[in-house]
């Protein structure tokens, strides 16, 4: 039998067109595979457009709240439709940055020290000493992320606007110099781990996501094997420690300037990472030896409810 699978894309985040170009690239290659597709826009109506359809399997590419925070996973679940990735509370916890870095420091993962404060205290002095980041705490592709460097006087004043939108409060961590390194888990399989290197931008921003040249992925990264080791694990204790499903992706840092050893941060787990001609899970996959149609194949098949 065919399975029919609707693919979930659009949404009405702030991620909403990495969420179309995510969801057009997986709908038109699971089609390839074989399958029955439905692309659904998402909309306030998805628990009747899905009541209706009645799809074997969502295949959920929505990113941002709603998408990824176990708010659509919970309309999936009272409508008994399996569905790809991680389940309700995975995904709540993943979204919230602070909840996931607190389980994942319990399972033994490298993370930072982090500060949530009001946005505009945040405005008005310095709260750690520079260099510092601040970071909604719980969106995605970057949106809100603020670098603020040794030399600058004050803080980022972008926080203090009428049309700030990444919520009232926000984290603030130290600034590690480094590598960006990342790691997918499939499964539950360490992938092998990428460099990204982003040059012209001052980090792995949204443009450096999703433009095309805007980044370049190292796979494997060079790094000794015990390095990639560490970063496997630590991906993968992760991906355990807050009961993810299906695929995930664990973002590190890591400062080798001062020996081999050097320092492994922690940074998020995402529960859904993108799927665009320029993402880096799928770039993972092919290195790890499934393609683009095997690895969305995959997660149709090991889609479910209760998750």
Known sequence: MTLHVAVLLGGFSSERPVSLKSGAACAETLEAEGFRVSRVDVGRDVAQVLAELRPDVAFNALHGPFGEDGAIQGVLEFLEIPYTH????????AMNKVKAKTIARAAGVPVLETLVVERRRAAEAHVIAPPYVVKPIA???SFGVLIVREDQAHPPQQLHGADWSFGEEVMIERFVHGRELTCAVMGDVALPVCEITT???AFYDYDSKYLPGGSQHI???NLPPPVTKRVQEAALAAHRALGCRGVTRSDFRYDDRFGEGGELIWLEINTQPGMTATSLVPDIARAAGHSFGELLSWMVRDASCKR
Request: proline share 6%.
């Open 219 to 221: 796979i494997p990264a």
């Open 86 to 93: 991680s389940g309700v509370l995975a995904s709540a916890l």
């Open 199 to 201: 040059e012209g931008h």
């Open 139 to 141: 969106e995605g592709s």
